[in-house]
């Protein structure tokens, strides 16, 4: 449930247009021109107070929603509720579906809300448009399983589904409610998610149990197609999670290489700092084409680039070997490339000495990769790498030593030497 | 209605089990033994040859389907003499003499009408060419329920004398009792009022059309006229805290002036009113009014820049000693004339003096003599006076700017925060909805419901914690007392630190200046300087945003003003193009 605030933020932020001054070639600056540029949007009129005041109520709302403030959430939402009123159609028409995500997670979290609560909100916002119809009652229908309801929320959601089917007029199956046997249950259950599936849209948890149970029953190809659907269909909304089921499937299918990679790379498009992307560094690095080679090493960077992944030990083991790889394959060009974008300010990101020092404390085994990617990329003379090498530990002096070779070896600050 | 009709009708009724039916006039059936009215309507198979008595009788039908809702008829002028009405009543309860309401606005109001011709005066214009000969003929008294009198009895020019007499209150106002009569209209494109789609049509240029934002104008002319001492500023803040009715006046008006369609673009406003906007309204006003000079502003008038300077500075927590220094700035740049103040519509260049930002602008620069707000010398200067304010304990002590600024960068934080939430959750809409036309009326009534449904539920999520009451109105955002120690009043602090003796008078520590703006723009556009923000130090940038939240307006706005003062007080250095961007000038009194 908690996702919807962060998609709200996430969609919001993409429509921010930063309020700045219109500047021309020469410094000089029109703040005027900004305002009648910001009318273009809307037809020539200067936005209305009205909207400014909804746009308002709306950050506050996430606002509050982020620092988990409930109460202060449902104060501002009783403001906002003014937006199905807007003059505006096209706002009007958007707004049942933020009023709808903001006010299910407001009810879910806040203290005083009950069960009946939230569903007498439900049922309100079921009935504005259509097209919310379906999808409310779903996210309604996992509200009561998360409050243990199944029972209700299956009920429910059979009582939606038949409903809404009646309306889009679908005459592909019937629903049998006397049926009480397991297989029954999941099948019709199934066909009720295959329906549901074909229509746009984030049905994550649906989808697994989907495939699940198809998988179950034997069913490949129909698993196939239904996440190649999800992941593919254009009509659907990005969803990294999509590529991962695909993924999941396939590897468990044994597919060949080649698809797994193609799989995997839009997933590195979409979140290029996913756990997911070492496996698909693995891939890249035991395929034979040169251009997966050098891919391999853009993912490692890539995920490195993320604070989450920074204390990863096998990354950087990868990256260091990987490296010395490369390096030994006479693709210096590539490692350059790569670290052009990054040498102003992964040094101090990474390789700064407090790091030096707290990672040394921290976990050895991961100081020294780090100490000899920082040696290999910045040379024998950077602050991390100085900083291990003088370290004495039984255990790791070896291990140091060889590092210290390597470096001497391979580095790109003077290379060859 | 006959029976035949509705022979094809062949259900039992539900009531009486009878099986004769007849039709009603809205066209649905009806018992004609027990008189039961069903929802089940004829439906008009052949629309061939239909009998003229028949057409007749829809006819009718249709004819009472006209007006959508029965009440009054009015028109949109008299709406907006209502709203006037309202808003003279609650100037009245903020402290405004009476005359306001009854001579100087009820006048304004009957001068416009007669300038707009549409009222007092021979052809008033109105629609479909109808004449109002209805109100020539109503006898004359002076007061809002008043019939419109005859041109000739606003002739004289002089508001001053004004020879009407005051009528005791308490009157409700009605509109014009006009007789009811009939109108073409297309069920699509209506309006409560009987002009509303001709109103929103009309575009005569000569004229100037009644806006809400207009009624404020208004409102402030009859202020200036009184020389009360509610400035531009605080009219318009009066309206945002809802102490004037504005947004959703039309609300009050009485029960039988039903509003809907084309009114709502007139009357249901979803902006608030904006200073610069009023103000060019309020100029546009008098021009078209033909207004004579107003009242003189003297040196005891509220608005002169000596007294709303002093409160100012005490609102902004500055010593009192400034006002010395402002003074002084005041009578040099001759801003303090009587001819300068006085607003004079007639005029060649016909300007009113903007006194609220007038009078802060002087401040700012004031500031910058005393202090230069480089980003430097205000923080050094800041330093002696906190030294010496350690060591001499039991003196009056030193203005510190450095302190000033930390209380007043938290009270103003706080102030812009609670106005930020109280714009956000501010209600817009009306509680009784406004429809366009008979189309929509169900859908606009049935979201209403929905949305004060979802209202009433999550309200009773929120806490019944103390609700922020109503502030009572008053001038002044920001009260400080001596001896508070959470927050500092400065008042009483000393300019010792900043000033120094130089022979028998006193002058700045400080002997640096610099212009807000170097060079004005002389061209077409309308404003002579532009504001970017980081072209200016940080200090700078405080003052001009504190100022100019005090007053609700642009940042832009205050800056240029600001940049206009310092032209006159050194008008000398603005004659030659000087490519330096400071001027030495040592200011003393």
């Avoid at chain 1, 010395?324 to 670290?339: D, F, I, P, S």
């Avoid at chain 2, 209805?134 to 020879?163: A, K, Q, T």
Wanted: hydrophobic share 35%.
């Amino acid at each position: 449930m908690s996702d919807f605030s962060e998609e709200l933020i996430r969609s919001k932020t993409e429509d921010d247009k930063e309020e700045s001054c219109v500047f021309s070639g020469t410094g000089m600056s029109f703040p005027w021109l900004q305002k009648h540029i910001g009318t273009v949007e809307t037809g020539g009129k200067k936005e209305k107070d009205f909207a400014q005041t909804t746009s308002a109520c709306l950050g506050f709302i996430q606002e509050a929603l982020l620092k988990h403030q409930w109460q202060q959430a449902a104060d501002y939402m009783h403001s906002y509720f003014q937006i199905l009123e807007d003059s505006d159609s096209h706002k009007r028409q958007a707004a049942p579906e933020i009023i709808w995500k903001l006010g299910s997670e407001i009810l879910f979290y806040h203290p005083k809300s009950s069960v009946e609560t939230f569903n007498t909100f439900a049922d309100r916002m079921k009935n504005i448009g259509v097209m919310n119809y379906l999808k409310i009652s779903l996210q309604h229908a996992l509200y009561l399983l998360h409050h243990g309801m199944l029972e209700d929320a299956n009920r429910n959601l059979s009582f939606h589904l038949r409903t809404f089917s009646l309306w889009a007029d679908e005459d592909d199956y019937a629903y049998n409610t006397a049926s009480q046997n397991m297989f029954d249950h999941s099948w019709k259950t199934s066909v009720n998610l295959r329906a549901l599936i074909q229509t746009p849209g984030v049905w994550d948890p649906f989808v697994k149990s989907y495939v699940e149970m198809l998988e179950f029953y034997g069913d490949q190809d129909g698993a196939r197609e239904v996440l190649t659907n999800y992941a593919y269909d254009e009509k659907f909304p990005s969803n990294p999670n999509a590529h991962i089921y695909l993924y999941n499937f396939l590897k468990r299918e044994k597919a060949p290489r080649e698809k797994l990679i193609s799989v995997l790379k839009i997933l590195y498009q979409i979140v290029p700092s996913h756990k997911l992307m070492l496996e698909f560094h693995r891939l890249l690095r035991k395929s034979e084409k040169e251009d997966h080679h050098k891919l391999g090493l853009e993912v490692l960077f890539g995920v490195l680039d993320f604070a989450g992944c920074t204390k990863n030990i096998t990354a950087w083991k990868y990256l260091a070997k990987y490296l010395r790889q490369t390096l030994m394959g006479n693709h210096l060009a590539w490692v350059q490339e790569e670290w052009k974008t990054r040498k102003n300010w992964w040094p101090s990101f990474h390789f700064s000495s407090f790091w030096a020092k707290s990672d040394w404390k921290e976990d050895k085994a991961l100081a020294c990769e780090k100490a000899l990617v920082a040696g290999i990329l910045l040379g024998k003379g950077c602050r991390y790498f100085r900083f291990i090498s003088k370290q004495d530990d039984q255990v790791l002096r070896k291990k140091i030593k060889q590092i210290k070779k390597s470096v001497k070896k391979h580095s790109v600050v003077n290379p060859g030497l | 209605m006959d029976l035949e009709e509705a022979k094809e009708f062949r259900e039992r009724c539900t009531q009486c089990a009878a099986v004769s039916w007849g039709l009603t006039d809205e066209g649905k059936y009806y018992c004609t033994s027990c008189h039961n009215v069903t929802e089940r309507s004829k439906e008009v198979i052949n629309t061939g040859a239909i009998p003229n008595t028949k057409i007749q009788a829809i006819n009718r039908g249709l004819k009472r389907k006209r007006k959508l809702e029965k009440g009054w008829d009015w028109y949109v002028c008299e709406g907006f003499q209502q709203i006037l009405y309202q808003q003279a009543e609650a100037l009245k309860t903020l402290g405004v003499g009476p005359e306001l309401k009854n001579e100087v606005l009820h006048n304004f109001w009957k001068r416009y009408l007669q300038k707009s011709k549409q009222a007092y005066c021979k052809n008033p214009i109105y629609t479909s060419g109808r004449k109002a000969t209805v109100l020539e003929d109503n006898p004359s008294h002076s007061d809002w329920d008043s019939e419109p009198d005859l041109l000739s009895d606003f002739s004289c020019p002089s508001f001053v004398e004004s020879g009407t007499d005051s009528q005791p209150d308490g009157h409700t106002p009605k509109p014009f009792p006009i007789s009811k009569v009939s109108q073409s209209e297309t069920a699509s494109i209506c309006s409560g009022s009987l002009d509303g789609v001709e109103y929103s049509l009309r575009k005569e240029k000569e004229i100037v059309k009644m806006t809400m934002p207009r009624t404020l104008a208004f409102c402030y002319l009859s202020l200036l006229w009184q020389r009360e001492t509610i400035t531009l500023s605080d009219l318009l803040r009066f309206v945002e805290e809802g102490h004037i009715p504005y947004i959703n006046a039309f609300q009050h008006f009485p029960e039988e002036m039903k509003l809907y369609g084309r009114d709502k673009g007139i009357f249901a406003i979803e902006s608030w009113p904006t200073y610069e906007d009023i103000y060019k309204k309020v100029i546009e006003i008098a021009k078209f009014l033909d207004l004579p000079r107003f009242p003189d502003i003297t040196e005891d008038s509220y608005l002169h820049p000596n007294i709303l300077c002093m409160k100012y500075l005490m609102e902004v927590n500055l010593p009192d000693e400034m006002n010395d220094l402002t003074c002084q700035v005041v009578k040099m740049t001759g801003i303090g004339e009587v001819d300068f103040l006085t607003f004079d519509p007639i005029a060649k260049m016909a300007k009113t003096v903007k006194y609220d930002v007038q009078a802060v602008a002087v401040i700012v620069v004031v500031l910058k003599l005393l202090f230069l707000l480089d980003d430097n010398l205000e923080w050094t200067l800041s330093n002696i006076a906190e030294k010496y304010n350690e060591k001499n304990k039991e003196d009056k002590p030193w203005f510190d700017f450095r302190k000033w600024y930390q209380v007043m960068k938290k009270s103003i934080d706080e102030k812009k925060q609670k106005w930020e939430e109280a714009r956000a959750k501010y209600l817009w809409k009306s509680e009784k909805p406004l429809y366009h036309s008979s189309i929509d009326r169900a859908v606009v009534y049935k979201r209403r419901e929905m949305v004060v449904s979802l209202q009433k539920q999550f309200s009773a999520l929120v806490d019944s914690a103390p609700t922020v009451e109503k502030k009572s109105p008053s001038s002044f955002q920001f009260n400080w007392t001596e001896g508070d120690s959470a927050r500092t009043c400065f008042h009483g602090h000393g300019l010792q630190g900043i000033l120094k003796k130089k022979g028998q008078s006193l002058t700045t520590k400080n002997s640096l200046y610099w212009l807000s703006t170097q060079k004005f723009c002389r061209s077409y556009c309308k404003h002579v300087t532009t504001y970017e923000e980081s072209n200016f130090s940080l200090s700078y940038q405080f003052i001009i945003n504190l100022f100019s939240f005090l007053l609700r307006i642009k940042t832009s706005s205050l800056h240029e003003e600001v940049s206009l003062i310092e032209k006159i007080l050194f008008k000398r250095k603005y004659g030659k193009t000087k490519k330096k961007s400071r001027s030495r000038k040592g200011r003393k009194y």
